[in-house]
């Protein structure tokens, strides 16, 4: 796991996992990315009607409200190459990790318009825009790069359970049902998933910076 960097020490740290993620595409340069579709996913995770499933998989449409209290949708990441992750602001464990590793991500690809990032939240009825907003500052989120979305919450759960294939447990969207998962999934230009990171784990969070310089390419 990363730690928790002072502003100080982000370049340094951007620094050092440039030259990690320079050795890692010289030894995988004739590498290439798979295209998931539901049937090369642990059965757990996909939604029981998509199960088995062998036709090619492009993420579903949405429509959310992100930090500034403005819509965003599938239009707003149209040709770009995006990191998608569900979290919530009250998470104690996974989830500031995770944001901490985001927020490097966004660092390292902070000149490369091609690549944006997208973070919703599972408790939307708890997370409004103004909390969300402060959580954005507290992050060092850069609007035009990453955006940290609050909707409809049966909306959100359908886009992790059969859009992003993020969560094991199944349910419904309602007032009971909860999600909670590691996991960033990487989505092309043409809206196809082409991998999936533990978010708190640097080896994989390395592999992911890997993948999107392959992407970008």
Same mark, same amino acid.
């Given at each position: 796991?990363?730690?928790?960097?002072?502003k100080?020490?982000?370049p340094?740290t951007?620094?050092?996992?440039g030259?990690?993620?320079?050795?890692?595409?010289?030894s995988?340069?004739?590498?290439?990315?798979?295209v998931?579709t539901p049937?090369d996913?642990?059965?757990e995770?996909? #939604?029981?009607?998509? &199960?088995?499933?062998q036709?090619?998989?492009?993420?579903?449409?949405?429509?959310?409200?992100n930090?500034?209290? &403005?819509?965003?949708t599938?239009? #707003?990441?149209?040709?770009?190459?995006?990191?998608?992750?569900?979290?919530?602001?009250r998470?104690p464990?996974?989830c500031p990790i995770m944001?901490n590793?985001?927020?490097k991500?966004?660092?390292?690809?902070?000149?490369d318009d091609?690549v944006?990032?997208?973070?919703?939240?599972?408790t939307?009825?708890?997370?409004?825009?103004p909390?969300?907003?402060?959580?954005? =500052?507290r992050n060092g989120?850069?609007?035009?790069?990453?955006?940290?979305?609050t909707?409809?919450?049966k909306?959100?759960?359908n886009?992790?359970?059969?859009?992003?294939f993020?969560?094991v447990?199944?349910? #419904?969207g309602?007032? =009971?049902?909860?999600?909670?998962?590691?996991n960033?999934?990487l989505?092309?230009k043409?809206?196809q998933?082409?991998?999936v990171?533990?978010g708190?784990d640097?080896e994989?969070v390395?592999r992911?910076?890997? #993948?999107?310089?392959?992407?970008?390419?």
């Amino acid at each position: 796991m990363f730690n928790k960097l002072s502003k100080s020490k982000i370049p340094i740290t951007i620094s050092a996992i440039g030259i990690l993620v320079i050795l890692f595409l010289i030894s995988n340069r004739n590498r290439t990315l798979p295209v998931f579709t539901p049937k090369d996913f642990n059965p757990e995770l996909v #939604d029981i009607s998509l &199960q088995n499933t062998q036709a090619e998989h492009t993420v579903a449409n949405f429509k959310l409200i992100n930090q500034n209290g &403005q819509t965003i949708t599938q239009s #707003d990441y149209e040709n770009k190459i995006y990191v998608t992750d569900f979290f919530f602001t009250r998470c104690p464990s996974i989830c500031p990790i995770m944001s901490n590793n985001m927020e490097k991500l966004q660092e390292i690809f902070l000149n490369d318009d091609d690549v944006m990032f997208l973070s919703m939240s599972v408790t939307p009825e708890m997370d409004s825009v103004p909390i969300l907003k402060k959580y954005a =500052q507290r992050n060092g989120v850069i609007d035009s790069k990453w955006n940290i979305a609050t909707g409809n919450k049966k909306h959100i759960y359908n886009l992790a359970r059969k859009s992003y294939f993020a969560v094991v447990d199944q349910g #419904d969207g309602g007032l =009971q049902d909860f999600i909670h998962t590691p996991n960033f999934v990487l989505v092309d230009k043409k809206k196809q998933i082409r991998g999936v990171y533990n978010g708190t784990d640097n080896e994989d969070v390395l592999r992911l910076i890997g #993948d999107i310089k392959l992407l970008s390419k």
